[in-house]
């Protein structure tokens, strides 16, 4: 039994305990020869520890071995102790910080801007280790295992973690291997094309750790496997023992998913094996479909790759100065945008309505109707006051409450509403509701500019918000849009939704 105070291999000294559990403990300690902290984990080989986990542990080193990635802690010394009990101990690099558990557990709560930069920075290590060949699967991604690390300017580089891990690998001595000897057979990691992309600015930085769960090579058909993973972060088909580069896209989004609600995701509702968050948050619409792609129980559906789902990110983080046609000089429509909420007004526009063409042909045509056949009806009815002189009277009336008909939509406005969980079209009339559409916001599937043909053929632009099979269609309303202001609404609401 170690304990406080212990010198494991002439070199480690433990100082402090981070965690257990029946076969495996977690110690902070100091490396003597160098006077730095460590961490040890120790593994028991006794009657309780499975030879699986004995296995997995010696992959855990072989691969660290393998890596040379800034945010993954280094390789340094592998190592068996023979003392009453057979111990296995891993050297690794020691990462200062607290980890996203921890920082949840103390009641911290992650902004969307947080979450993206962790979501970015963790894509990075993973288009690393899934280059590499064969790819390296970490399957085990969860909030306890990333490390939210300290400013690089109070970052003790040199620190080193020690994991010890007791199993079967031979009695005797045991043996060391001198970390500034050892040649990594990996070339580093260099970010840039094919390796990431550079990370966020303004949050903390990132480190994935505890490559316990760690595949370096497909499962072969029809072989025995060890089910690895934590239960709400591995998908179904990690579990059944078929772990694809995927499957770590899953644990990443269940685990972005836990730090924006605070829940863990094996404690949210499911619908068809997706995880059902999106209500209990308040994000950008493109932001949630992102994380929902990454969730997605049907592997075939998911991302293919880190990398394809790194770029899917930044190039929803980017959608803010793409666009192309800014706001007419002239318009009068107001849009108001936030990260929870967009409105746009499209106030009432009778200056417009006196130039354009169906308005312009009502009013000549009202114009000469009053003075022609006003005329004409009451030099009739002055003279006689018989049937014809009614029925023009009648006509006059009719054309009149016709021709306002005609002009009402001039004085009519629309306001477009929209936040994370439904859209709203809101059509008035002198103030009065004349109509009212609504529909969820995250089932919006594509925003486009269309036509309607108008008085004398006359193509009439509006914008058309998708979902599925139903449209929802505003800006036709006479006077419509422009084919400015259609482009220029129509990009805007695209941009808030993150749609592409």
Known sequence: MVQTEQILQKRYQLRQTLGHNASCQTWLAQDIRIQERVVVKLLTFCDQVQWDNVRLFEREAQVLKQLNHPKIPQYRDYFCIDDQMLWFGLVQQYIPGSSLKELLALGKTFSEQEVRAIAQQVLNILVYLHSLSPPVLH??????????????????????????DAGTRGRGDAET????????????????????????EGTGEVYLVDFGAVQ???????????????????????????????????????????????????DLPQQKGRIQFADRVRLNPGFVRWIEKL???????????A??????????????????????????????????????????RWRRALTHPKQLAVGVGLGFWLWFGGGF?????????????????AWLIFGILYAGWLMLPAFGETTIYFNHQFFQIEWRLLGFCLRQQRGSTLAIDQVFKSETHGLFNRKSPEVTLAVGVQEYIFGGFDPPLTHTECYWLMEEIKNWLGLR
Do not use: C
């Open 295 to 305: 969730t997605e129980p049907n592997l075939s559906q998911r991302f293919r790759s």
């Open 307 to 348: 990398n394809e789902a790194l770029e899917a990110l930044l190039e929803n983080q980017m959608t803010s100065v793409a666009i192309t046609h800014p706001k007419p000089s002239n318009s009068r429509i107001q849009l108001k945008k936030s990260p929870t909420q967009l409105q746009i007004r499209i106030p009432v």
């Open 377 to 393: 009806a009451l030099r009739t009815i002055n003279v006689n006051l018989d049937w014809l002189g009614l029925y023009l009277v």
């Open 216 to 266: 370096d090579r497909a499962a072969a058909e029809g072989a025995t496997f060890t089910v690895v993973g934590t239960y709400g972060y591995a998908p179904l088909e990690q579990l059944g023992g078929r772990a694809t580069p995927a499957s770590d896209l899953y644990a990443l989004g269940a685990t972005l998913i836990h730090l924006l609600t605070g829940v863990a995701p094996a």
């Open 139 to 164: 399957r085990d991604i969860k909030p306890s295992n990333l490390i939210w690390g300290t400013p690089p300017e109070t970052k003790l580089r040199s620190n080193i973690v020690v994991e010890i």
């Open 177 to 200: 291997i001198n970390p500034t000897e050892y040649q990594f057979p990996f070339p580093p990691y260099q970010g840039g094309a094919g390796g990431g992309f550079p990370e966020h």
